[in-house]
């Protein structure tokens, strides 16, 4: 039995590939169309420059590379809900010039919108086998893209693991705070310790128990530790 569901890369498309994996430049797949196929299944040719029937075509989602196959492109598109009212039964992907560089058919679908009382977001994917992969790349404005929930589900998955690690290893660590004292420091509880000032200091600064022994004057000294005693007098009155 043969192939009824395939994907291929077109002329242009085999030609600007070669010519980017030759240059070592990249080919910018930019936007994903869906058609119709003109009322039946086509069947893709390399000669194809259109889709058979466009009905919509709009940036790509997502373009990566299959992690269980490297030679495997995915190209994945989200149409919303609102958009519809058609079959799809061909997929081509786009470059940045508006070429077309690979066209699939597909089991067809019908596309309902939400006027019709059936409305869904339908994602549409295209898996391309091709020699290398690495001059290939994806170019999108991520501002009007939308994200299938399987890929917010992953990137929020991969978020989470990466917070966990980070708050494992601050919990884990004796001192995640380096920058701050910590709260048993011996300068903040106990025997709290501070810089002391000068004999001669007059500020805001706090006076340390040595600071307050250096300037202060020893009872057994009878006076005699005063450094002018005639000051001192007549300051008296």
Not at 9 to 31: C, E, M, V, W, Y
Not at 193 to 200: F, I, V, W, Y
Request: net charge neutral; aromatic share 4%.
């Amino acid at each position: 039995m043969s192939t009824k569901y395939f994907a291929l890369l077109t002329n242009t498309g085999a030609a600007k590939l070669a010519n980017a994996t030759a240059q070592g430049s990249h080919l910018a797949i930019t936007q994903m169309a869906v058609g119709d196929g003109g009322g039946s299944l086509p069947t893709p040719t390399p000669a194809q420059t259109k889709l058979i029937n466009e009905k919509r075509r709009a940036v790509l989602n997502a373009l990566t590379i299959d992690p269980q196959n490297t030679n495997q492109i995915v190209a994945e598109q989200v149409i919303p809900e609102n958009e519809g009212g058609w079959w799809i039964r061909e997929i081509g992907l786009y470059d940045s010039d508006g070429d077309l560089i690979a066209v699939a058919n597909c089991a067809e679908t019908y596309k309902p919108q939400l006027q019709e009382g059936s409305g869904r977001v339908q994602t549409v994917r295209m898996i391309l086998i091709v020699s290398t992969t690495d001059a290939i790349t994806l170019k999108i404005d991520p501002s009007v893209v939308l994200a299938t929930r399987q890929y917010v589900d992953d990137s929020a998955i991969k978020v989470k693991a990466y917070a966990d690690t980070q708050l494992g290893a601050h919990l884990a660590a004796a001192n995640p705070h380096p920058q701050y004292a910590p709260l048993n420091s011996p300068a903040l509880t106990g025997v709290p310790t501070a810089p002391t000032a000068e004999k001669s200091a007059n500020s805001t600064q706090l006076a340390t128990t040595a600071f307050v022994k250096n300037v202060a004057l020893l009872k057994e000294q009878n006076g005699a530790d005063i450094a002018n005693k005639s000051a001192f007098l007549a300051n008296l009155g």
